[in-house]
């Protein structure tokens, strides 16, 4: 399928993504299960990069596209800031109580 | 500059690799969040500048963009910034659902695009067509159930949205996805078909229908592993983005959620000793535990704060056992007062710390932490079940599942299996809770009902307040 040949090194990609992220966190302690599910929360925000391109190239006339990426923008801003700020909020916690250890 | 931009988004490739690592480690924990944080900085700031389409065109409407970055920016620092320690979880599923819908969005715009061919986001979309349609169409289906599911989890969660059960709601479910199949299939058989945009939009509706359905009767305790579920959904919508744009930060970024996010959803289901099936089928609080509330409606015994103060002042050890009812009442600094005053006292005080006690495994950690109670104070599960048998007086604040006898004694029950903590090993029991309702899960709890327990009715910051005073007078 010409799908998968003008795509093989994305393919690849994929593959190796899928186990290095089961690698990276198969020994995570349960302690640390919601910060981490709060991390990950943000790095999906990279969505944000394809509403950027969105944005981008929506021609000025089009105002479906205007309206939609602009709101896409907005979405995946409040998806990166919020969740990378929520976790240090989190993690800030975890900080604190280590001199008491 | 193509380069630059390439080796932008290698750099965010590798801080969202090393990141996850370190998010996995106590220590380096916040590191690998800032570290993850600057990486995406790196990709979005690359991307705007940097980014050409296949003609060599740079992106436009920068005003737009800009805006959109800064009202995205304040509202989601103000939100992360103001939440309460308790609503964590909630804020956690509103910004996935955020992150599903902006891949949503993103799909119907590129849809639109395709056909109405205005720009076209792959130079090759329009020979490519099926390959591309599909990408488009699954990165519209995940992202829209990531985006309706993870908001009624958010409603679930905090309160404004009650569990249903639809008799034969599984069975509507699995209608829902084979409409969802079978249009995608005639989408894509027939692209050029008149009614294409009705298919598409209908795909989009049923999938949001489906998000809505899939998420309302599942038990509010298991949200937590729902929400992990919908965040890796999320990341597999955002690795379509990656493909549609032959952009590999995206794609790493996107998959490497998916796949962390699926082994962290398994993680958390065995912390809990559930399977992932039982968790989605919903089995939680609803046939099983009706049974179980008929059976056991005993006499519970009362017990006042002043009795309390006396008994725990001449206490060797007090554990205390907090849920969720002390984050509800925001009681962690009251409770940490407590403690102190019953140490001047020669008490021995310690909180035996489930690993699934709260709305999300470690959130008594994190709350206790923000009210500076001592590391070495927090005992997990398995010493504190160790150390209960040497203890006078087991405090339970709020909490109700975790220290349910049922799951120990009773093979009927939907908690069966799951460890708890051992409080009946202690020579007192006292449960302080607002009234005799059963805890989040739905079942009754019997372990109220036992001759070692005395109930402390009250809302746990107030009852922790009168009992200060009363100690203070005594």
Redesign the interface.
Known sequence: ???IQ??YD?IT??VL??????E?????????????????????????????????????D?Y???I???????????????????????????????P?? | METILLIAYLIGSITFIIGLKRLSHPETARAGNLLAAFGMGVAIFATIFLYRDAQGAALGNYSWIFAGLAVGTIVGTLMAKRVQMTAMPEMVSLFNGMGGACAMLISIVEFDHLFHGATSASAGAATAGAGILLIILLGLIIGTVSFSGSMIAWGKLNGSIRDKHFPGGQYFNFALIGSVIVLSVLLLVQPSSANASIYFYSILVLSAMYGVMFVMPIGGADMPVVISLLNSFTGVAAAFGGFLYDNPVMLTGGILVGSAGTILTLLMCKAMNRSLKNVLIGAFGSTANKAEGEKSQGQHKEIGVTDTAVLMAYSQRVYIIPGYGLAVAQAQHTCHELEKILEEKGVEVRYGIHPVAGRMPGHMNVLLAEADVPYDKLVEMEDANQELPNTTVALILGANDVVNPAAKEDPSSPIYGMPILEVEAADHVIVNKRSMKPGYAGIENDLFFRPKTSMLFGDAKKVLQDLITELKAL
Do not use: C, W, Y
Not at chain 1, 17 to 22: A, K, N, Q, R, V
Not at chain 1, 36 to 59: K, P, R, T, W, Y
Not at chain 1, 83 to 95: A, C, H, I, P, Y
């Open positions: 399928m010409q799908f003008q795509h994305l990609i994929v993504s899928i186990f290095l992220g089961i990276v966190i198969s020994h995570v302690p349960s302690v640390l299960h919601t910060p981490l599910m709060s991390g990950a929360n943000a790095i999906h925000g990279v969505v944000i990069i394809g509403a950027i391109i969105v944005m981008g190239q929506a021609q000025s089009n479906l596209a205007l939609l990426g602009f709101l896409a923008v907005i979405l995946g801003t409040l998806n990166v800031v919020g969740g990378f700020v929520v976790t240090d909020r989190m993690l800030e916690m975890f900080k604190k109580k280590k008491g250890k």
